[in-house]
């Protein structure tokens, strides 16, 4: 990658994920004695790509997660912590206009998937330079049905051609706050960025990602995480 590009990341750490049952939001529980939004912030800290990063969280919860998190860890490269809106696609908007005015490119990563690799990272920004929008995922490897209504099976579609998405999504700074302003014009909502890029006319790649960057979203995913963790040391 050329270093001259200032590369921004968006952390988006505002949902209260209900499907965990606890009253914590889940980027804060503790995974290996580490709280799971610390783990992913560590990975772009880490990255000698990344130039600045911004965490968007509750807005109730911004005075907690700069004490608990960006202090309590020592993160040097988060300059900002702000307050997300009511929808995700909001909280990301309000992370754009809270970049840095040199920003080039821009990394959008969810504050539950702590397992991201530095690898992924260079690559994704690397393609992203190149192509302009990109997206990390991996392929499926289940069989995956399309039903009605009522449950029948309408049809099966080749699983060479489906991939599920992950993050971190990355894309030239300009093009992707574009989006996200003609999707509020539209009051359209997306459910990631990548398709906010696709329905104004682009193009999005795709980058392999990895089968450990999983989402922290129930319980048992705990349970997996500590397993990934253990078995990186």
């Not at 300059?79 to 990301?92: A, C, L, P, Y």
């Not at 795709?206 to 989402?215: A, P, T």
Request: glycine residues 6%; contains cysteine; negative net charge.
């Amino acid at each position: 990658m050329k270093k001259e590009k200032f590369v921004s990341v968006i952390i988006a750490a505002a949902g209260r994920g209900k499907r965990m049952n606890s009253n914590m939001n889940k980027q804060y529980l503790n995974l290996c004695n580490k709280p799971v939004l610390a783990h992913a912030i560590e990975a772009f800290e880490q990255s000698v790509y990344i130039d600045e990063i911004i965490v968007v969280t509750h807005p109730e919860e911004i005075q907690y997660c700069k004490e608990r998190i960006i202090d309590s860890f020592g993160f040097k490269k988060v300059t900002k912590v702000i307050g997300g809106g009511f929808e995700r696609q909001e909280s990301i908007l309000n992370g754009l206009k809270a970049v840095d005015e040199k920003c080039d490119i821009v990394a959008i990563h969810d504050g539950a998937r702590p397992f991201i690799k530095g690898e992924t990272i260079i690559d994704s920004i690397d393609a992203a330079i190149k192509y302009k929008a990109v997206g990390v995922g991996v392929p499926v490897k289940d069989t995956i049905k399309v039903v009605d209504e009522e449950k029948n099976i309408k049809n099966t579609p080749d699983r060479k051609t489906i991939w599920a998405i992950q993050t971190p999504q990355v894309f030239d700074y300009k093009l992707v706050l574009k989006a996200h302003e003609k999707a509020i014009e539209d009051g359209y909502q997306g459910t990631d960025d990548t398709v906010l890029v696709e329905r104004i006319g682009e193009d999005v790649k795709l980058v392999m990602g990895s089968y450990e960057n999983i989402k922290i979203t129930t319980p048992e995913d705990l349970y997996i995480g500590e397993a990934i963790l253990q078995n990186r040391d």
